[in-house]
Every structure is written in structure tokens, then in C-alpha cells.
């Protein structure tokens, strides 16, 4: 079993819908839980971390943790074409402060105007 | 202030040679961790770094691979002895905390290595 999990996508969605990026991770000592966003040839970027069981809003970002279902979620609202990309979910492995950070395979995510 | 800086950006080796990757973390960073990406895929874990320690180095590659991150100066990704499966995107970042609870990770542009 891989420790992030990610549908590859692509996945589609029109212009001012909302998209929905979901994540599985298998380590029940994680902690800390990040979405990170990556353009085509460029680097990865934070976007939204998340630490306690609920949601948490940021602009049109909605990040929501499940603990218990060891599962993440990433909310986009209005979306725009400047979110097409691939969005990276991140979770540090293991009860150890000093942890690596381990991310999963990504969702790319495609607006069609 | 500089943010995660690399080099080189690309690199292009033949099989057999040596690849040294550069990197300098944020300034006021002292963890840095290594990732690998192939195209069209993820990230891939190698090693986690603090100065002068290496604190996790279960993603790297056994033989021919080694990281350092010295008092003064980089990290460097050393590959020795390249072979094509090792073309790939390096990427390093850093943070402020080393604390994979807390801390958020600033990437590099990457180093691209290409093996002939």
C-alpha cells in the first residue's frame, strides 16, 4: 500500500464549478497534512496545510481532514483556468517531530473555460 | 531575500560519470530534503537533512547515492556511476523547522539530470 494516495486525474472541471481533490494516507501517526500546487516545469508550491480534524477555508481553498478515514481533501471553488495543474497532497510521516514529508503521486487538475 | 537556490538547473551526464547536485536552503533554514520526480509522476522521498546530520535517508538508493549538508556551504546529492534510470528532476527544499509537523517546505526550481 503506498503511503499518499492520489487519483491521477486528469480530472475536468468547468470554469466557476467547484473541484474536488481527494487523498489517502496510510501512517495513522501522521500529524500534519499540506496541498501543494505544481505547474507544469516548475516547482511545487504550498497552497493549504491542515492539522485538525474539520475544514479549514482560505480564499476559494478548503482544505477538510478525516483522521479517523486517514483522508484529505482539497475544495476549489470558482475555479479558474489558473488552477489547471497538478496538486500534490503531502503528509509527514510517522510520530517523530523530526519527520520526512512524503507526498503522493498527484491529481492534475484541468479548468475548461 | 533568496528563496531555495540550485544548481545546476540542468545537467547532462553520460552513463558511468559522476553528478553533483547543489543546493542552498532558504536563508534561516537549516533542514533540507531531497526529492526525485520522473515525469508525470510525484515526488519521491530520498533524504531529509539537517547541518551536518542526516536525519532520514530511507528514500535514497543504497549504493551510489549519498547526501551531505556540511556546516558551511550546500547540500550536495552526489550520483556516482550514472545510469539512465537516474535522468529525473532533483528537487530540494527547505525549513525553517525541520518539523514535519509544522513545517512548510520551499522548494528549488529543480535540477533536471539528464544521462546519455
Known amino acids: 500500500q503506498k503511503e499518499v494516495e492520489q487519483n491521477s486525474g486528469p480530472l475536468s472541471v468547468p470554469e466557476g464549478a467547484i473541484a474536488s481533490l481527494n487523498c489517502t494516507y496510510s501512517?495513522?501517526?501522521?500529524?500534519?497534512f499540506f496541498w501543494y500546487r505544481q505547474y507544469s516545469g516548475k516547482s511545487p508550491e504550498l497552497i493549504m496545510f491542515?492539522?485538525?480534524?474539520g475544514d479549514k477555508e482560505d480564499g476559494r481553498f478548503t482544505a477538510q481532514l478525516n483522521k479517523a478515514s486517514q483522508y484529505v481533501s482539497l475544495l476549489i471553488r470558482d475555479s479558474q483556468p489558473s488552477d489547471s495543474a497538478t496538486y500534490l497532497c503531502?503528509?509527514?510521516?510517522?510520530?517523530?517531530?523530526?519527520?520526512?514529508?512524503?507526498f503522493g503521486s498527484g491529481t492534475r487538475l484541468s479548468i475548461r473555460p | 531575500n533568496a528563496g531555495v537556490m540550485q544548481n545546476p538547473r540542468h545537467l547532462v551526464r553520460r552513463r558511468g560519470q559522476e553528478a553533483r547536485l547543489r543546493c542552498s536552503p532558504m536563508?534561516?533554514?537549516?533542514?533540507v530534503y531531497w526529492y526525485r520526480q520522473l515525469p508525470e509522476e510525484g515526488l519521491k522521498f530520498m533524504v531529509y537533512?539537517?547541518?551536518?546530520?542526516?536525519?532520514?535517508e530511507s528514500g535514497m538508493p543504497k549504493e551510489r547515492f549519498s547526501a551531505e549538508f556540511p556546516k558551511e556551504g550546500p547540500s550536495i546529492l552526489r550520483i556516482q556511476q550514472v545510469v539512465r534510470g537516474d535522468s529525473a528532476a532533483y528537487f530540494c527544499?527547505?525549513?525553517?523547522?525541520?518539523?514535519?509537523?509544522?513545517?512548510?517546505?520551499?522548494f528549488g526550481e529543480g535540477s533536471r539530470l539528464t544521462v546519455l
Open positions: 503531502a503528509v509527514n510521516a510517522g510520530y517523530s517531530s523530526a519527520s520526512k514529508i512524503i
Open positions: 537533512l539537517q547541518k551536518e546530520n542526516i536525519i532520514d
Open positions: 491542515i492539522y485538525s480534524n
Open positions: 501512517d495513522r501517526g501522521s500529524q500534519s
Open positions: 536563508k534561516g533554514h537549516s533542514h
Open positions: 527544499a527547505s525549513s525553517r523547522t525541520g518539523d514535519g509537523n509544522t513545517g512548510e517546505l520551499f
